[in-house]
């Protein structure tokens, strides 16, 4: 035990200067190694200390007053070694409970930060998704009020072009039958003859009518005058034919109208819809990329931590060492010799009959 617990010593003493060299008993060797280096000591007080080692030579009972006083000194001096090795191991104790403390809190707070990256990956990829469903309502929406816009523009194309006939019809009606018929003048069949291809009259009057056109009102017969009274006819029903025709389109046009008017909202809605899903998307991903940070930060900081706490674990327990091999060593080799009982001596007869 001795020998390891001097080796000890003179390793923890190192670091406060060499012992001085000169000849001591083996078994005192790490006592005079601690008290050579009691730095709270001046040099004559060690040298004195180092002097009175030799009262634990002696028995405990047989020693000099002056020298229980010196072991008395001597055992204060190394309890101080005691006390100064116990101090570094509570104090890197300490140091490893900090450090081993940060490293459970690093540890939490590394897998909460990787459960709120995957988290924040979650919400990026919903993000992204309904990004997607956003961008395609938008192009629906956008091919419904195409189709709901080429019905309307069909429809009012339709109307206008009903309306231009009949105005057309009416103002040839106007100027090249009636009135004529009201001022008795013949009328001008080759003025007729583009619309009257286009009434519901019997074939027979439309080849009837040429004829009839040149005569005035005295000099037409009974014929002529069914044969005008027929066109008449024919051209008013063409007329009504046509005002029912806009009126019928108007309701046409106002429902494609409307329906136009909704296209636009729905579009515009789904535009929103898409905006606002872009935001999310962009703001997803910001907080996933502060989430990576916040990840890579948290085990950064643990490789940073784990030498650190490996060097601390090292002096820990190398301090711890130093102690119980100093207490087990060099205390201990003091302490038996402190209470070194005399030696029994073998009478003479005893020797002899041996």
């Given at each position: 035990m001795a020998p390891r617990g001097n080796k000890r010593a003179e390793s923890a003493q190192s670091l406060q200067g060499s012992p001085k060299k000169q000849k001591v008993d083996p078994k005192l060797a790490g006592i005079v190694a601690t008290l050579q280096d009691a730095g709270h000591l001046n040099e004559h007080c060690r040298e004195m200390l180092i002097t009175m080692t030799m009262g634990l030579a002696k028995a405990k009972a047989e020693r000099h007053p002056a020298q229980t006083l010196g072991v008395a000194m001597i055992e204060e001096t190394l309890q101080d070694a005691k006390a100064k090795f116990a101090e570094a191991m509570a104090a890197s104790h300490d140091e490893l409970s900090n450090l081993e403390a940060s490293s459970?809190?690093?540890?939490?707070?590394?897998?909460?930060?990787?459960?709120?990256?995957?988290?924040?990956?979650?919400?990026?990829?919903?993000?992204?998704?309904?990004?997607?469903v956003a961008k395609q309502a938008v192009v629906t929406a956008e091919k419904a009020l195409a189709e709901v816009k080429e019905l309307q523009?069909?429809?009012?194309?339709?109307?206008?072009a009903l309306e231009k006939e009949k105005a057309t019809l009416?103002?040839?009606?106007?100027?090249?039958?009636?009135?004529?018929?009201?001022?008795?003048?013949?009328?001008?069949?080759?003025?007729?003859?583009?619309?009257?291809?286009k009434l519901d009259l019997e074939e027979s009057l439309k080849m009837a009518l040429p004829s009839s056109c040149v005569k005035t009102k005295e000099q037409r017969g009974s014929f002529d005058d069914l044969v005008i009274s027929e066109l008449v006819k024919a051209w008013n029903k063409k007329i009504a034919l046509l005002t029912k025709s806009i009126e019928d389109e108007a309701p046409v046009v106002s429902e494609r109208k409307a329906a136009e008017l909704t296209a636009e909202a729905s579009l515009e809605g789904t535009q929103s819809v898409e905006q606002t899903a872009a935001a999310e998307l962009e703001a997803a991903r910001t907080a996933e990329v502060e989430a990576e940070g916040e990840v890579c930060k948290a085990k950064e900081e643990s490789a940073e931590l784990g030498p650190k706490l490996k060097q601390v674990v090292d002096k820990h327990s190398s301090h711890k060492a130093i102690l119980e091999d100093y207490v087990a060593g060099t205390l201990a080799t003091f302490e038996a010799l402190r209470d070194k009982a005399p030696v029994e001596e073998v009478p003479a007869a005893a020797t002899a009959g041996a």
């Open positions: 459970s809190i690093l540890l939490v707070r590394t897998t909460a930060a990787d459960a709120s990256l995957k988290e924040k990956q979650a919400v990026r990829s919903a993000a992204h998704a309904s990004l997607d523009r069909q429809s009012v194309a339709s109307v206008a009416e103002a040839a009606f106007q100027e090249h039958l009636k009135t004529p018929m009201e001022t008795n003048q013949i009328l001008a069949h080759h003025f007729l003859q583009p619309f009257v291809n």
